[in-house]
């Protein structure tokens, strides 16, 4: 599915008036970022699966702390 088809999707989903009370909060958001991508130029959403990395971490989570200086695992909480 392209992102311009979810964004056709998302825009004529219907629901009743208790699962739109419930899910209209995050819908938007899903629009929202659906309308970003859209307007990036970005056609079709790539969804990758969790790496294991050198130190068996798992995601980019990990990655991005270390890079950001926020040190993971086990030697950081004993340090502080």
Same mark, same amino acid.
């Given at each position: 599915?392209?992102?311009?088809?979810?964004?056709?999707?998302?825009? =004529?989903?219907?629901?009743? /008036?208790? $699962?739109?009370?419930?899910?209209?909060?995050?819908?938007?958001?899903? +629009? $929202? *970022?659906?309308?970003?991508?859209?307007? /990036?130029?970005?056609?079709?959403? /790539? !969804? *990758?699966?969790? +790496? /294991? =990395?050198?130190?068996? *971490?798992?995601? !980019?989570? =990990?990655?991005? #702390?270390?890079?950001? #200086?926020?040190?993971?695992? +086990?030697?950081?909480?004993?340090? +502080?």
């Amino acid at each position: 599915m392209t992102v311009a088809q979810a964004r056709e999707f998302m825009g =004529h989903l219907e629901l009743s /008036v208790e $699962q739109a009370a419930i899910a209209d909060k995050i819908l938007e958001e899903i +629009r $929202q *970022r659906l309308l970003f991508l859209d307007e /990036v130029g970005l056609e079709y959403p /790539v !969804a *990758r699966s969790p +790496r /294991v =990395h050198a130190f068996g *971490r798992r995601g !980019a989570a =990990h990655s991005i #702390g270390d890079f950001a #200086g926020f040190a993971s695992g +086990r030697r950081a909480l004993r340090a +502080r």
